[in-house]
């Protein structure tokens, strides 16, 4: 068997044929927390800031229109999700950084704290303005919340237990994205719109509290020398990127005229980050990253995993709406099927992981079944029988799963330990900034297939403001029109999303096929 070694520099790597375990580290892998019961307890915690940061950002979809109905001003409907989206993804590297280099303890706290804070600023909320600057303060502290955690487990846990854990994580995100909706309809009916705010006051507390007293402070051994204009060359670019992916309904057009302001903003940023990452001491994302060709396959595989994990889920909800007929809550039912393949395909993949140390084939079987899946999803017709599309759901989910964690897991892996922050936030940012520019790709795809049937339906006027609720109201006839519009311009999305996954596939197909090592040995 081949030894491989990886030094700070993260030279060129080779894959060999069979997988590789590096020779035993000057310094073993030390949990920061020695107590097993105790490092559970720190977890469940860290689990419980996860799911408040992940769910807020789904919850107040289902109560936005309470929103806008007090507020009014439609137009600024998509910047209450959007801000949080855009501001969240800015932050994610500075995070990640500022934790390797103050310890991650009070980096964590203090994501907290802001985000706890930003939700008692939006429940009081006076105006869809102010709603919309106090989602940018709870995404300030909702960034740092979902890298600061990933990386504390790589603290708390060696490779191949971090495994099982951060399987955990995944459901954490999965649980919040299906019960969000529900949970937000719900707390708006019986208690007001701002109670879905509100709800975070006692939580964020307890978080705080627990995190006080039970989490250790490990002060990093290097001096700390904050890369400030790094930072803000990174949040330049990133911003752009997310902006650019929301211009056509901003601006109205990718290619309009304030859409390429924004990109050329974007590449003059990115070009400034460069040349400020070579000169300084401590670069909020080291370029030496990019210099590992796992890091580098894995950022493909996170954005690639983003595009169909996140992006494309409030389309595959349009179409199950506009080609079945089903209400949107029946629809939601339907996404159970999808939320328990995930679940199921993450615990699997997180326990095989952790007992072989070997990740590669999880990510190439994730991708391969996100290829099948997508393909037979653009197949489907108007008419299709409700229980195969639950299948099919289920299946889609599965292949979800197994792959959820690996790029933390290998990225983590590739980087040295004084690393790991900025590496985590690297790849959580792709896998952001895959969903936001899959969704403007979906959503132009769509927007030009449904095109041509302006005034072309009987009964309906404009496609955009066509409900389940209208839908249903039609003529039999003017249904299934509407049906088949949609499936036909579905056809070139679900096929795109499949291209997307393709390239993944053929990312982690290219991956070194490296062993986790065990506890008290070096990484690969």
């Not at 300084?280 to 995993?305: G, H, Q, W, Y």
């Not at 790029?407 to 790849?427: E, I, W």
Request: with cysteine.
């Amino acid at each position: 068997m081949d030894i491989t070694s990886q030094s700070r520099s993260h030279a060129k790597e080779t894959a060999p044929a069979t997988p590789a375990v590096a020779p035993a580290a000057p310094a073993p892998f030390v949990s920061l927390v020695a107590d097993p019961r105790r490092r559970v307890a720190v977890f469940l915690l860290l689990l419980t800031a996860l799911f408040m940061a992940t769910l807020d950002n789904q919850i107040v979809s289902t109560a936005l229109p309470t929103i806008v109905g007090e507020f009014g001003e439609l137009e600024r409907f998509g910047w209450v999700g959007s801000a949080y989206l855009l501001v969240a993804s800015t932050v994610m590297p500075v995070y990640g950084k500022l934790g390797d280099l103050f310890g991650r303890k009070y980096v964590i706290m203090a994501a907290v704290a802001i985000f706890t804070v930003g939700s008692l600023v939006c429940g009081l909320a006076v105006s869809m303005d102010t709603l919309i600057a106090a989602r940018v303060l709870q995404a300030l502290g909702g960034g740092g919340i979902m890298v600061s955690i990933f990386s504390i487990n790589a603290d708390l846990f060696e490779a191949r237990e971090r495994a099982r854990y951060q399987s955990y994580s995944s459901l954490a995100l999965m649980a919040s994205g299906a019960v969000g909706p529900v949970l937000g309809g719900t707390l708006s009916d019986l208690f007001g719109w701002r109670s879905i705010f509100l709800v975070n006051l006692p939580i964020g507390i307890l978080v705080l509290a627990g995190l006080a007293i039970l989490l250790p402070h490990r002060k990093p051994h290097r001096r700390p020398k904050i890369d400030y204009l790094g930072a803000l060359l990174l949040a330049g670019a990133v911003a752009s990127v997310v902006l650019w992916a929301d211009s056509a309904q901003i601006f109205g057009s990718l290619v309009a005229i304030e859409s390429l302001a924004v990109v050329a903003f974007g590449i003059l940023c990115a070009f400034g980050w460069v040349l400020v990452e070579r000169r300084v001491a401590e670069p909020v994302v080291p370029l030496s990253l990019f210099s590992s060709r796992t890091i580098n396959l894995m950022l493909i595989v996170s954005m690639a995993s983003g595009a169909i994990g996140i992006g494309s889920v409030n389309y595959v909800a349009l179409f199950l709406q506009s080609t079945t007929g089903l209400s949107p809550s029946m629809a939601g039912l339907l996404f159970i099927a999808m939320t328990g393949g995930i679940a199921a395909g993450s615990l699997w993949a997180g326990r095989r992981i952790s007992k072989s140390g070997l990740y590669k084939p999880y990510s190439v079987a994730s991708t391969a079944v996100g290829v099948v899946s997508l393909a037979i999803f653009s197949q489907l017709h108007a008419g299709t029988p409700v229980v195969f599309i639950a299948a099919l759901m289920l299946l889609h989910g599965i292949g979800i799963g197994i792959g959820q964690q690996v790029p933390v897991l290998g990225v983590q892996n590739a980087a040295s330990r004084d690393d790991v922050g900025a590496a985590t936030g690297t790849v959580t940012l792709a896998r952001m900034s895959g969903a936001a520019i899959a969704i403007s790709i979906y959503g132009a795809i769509l927007g030009t297939g449904l095109a041509h049937m302006t005034n072309q339906v009987p009964g309906v006027a404009d496609f955009k403001e066509l409900t389940p609720a209208a839908m249903a109201a039609l003529p039999e006839a003017s249904r299934a029109m509407v049906a088949n519009a949609y499936a036909d311009a579905f056809f070139p999305l679900f096929l795109t999303a499949c291209g997307i996954v393709a390239i993944g596939f053929v990312a982690a197909l290219s991956l070194k096929n490296v062993r986790l090592p065990v506890a008290g040995k070096a990484k690969s």
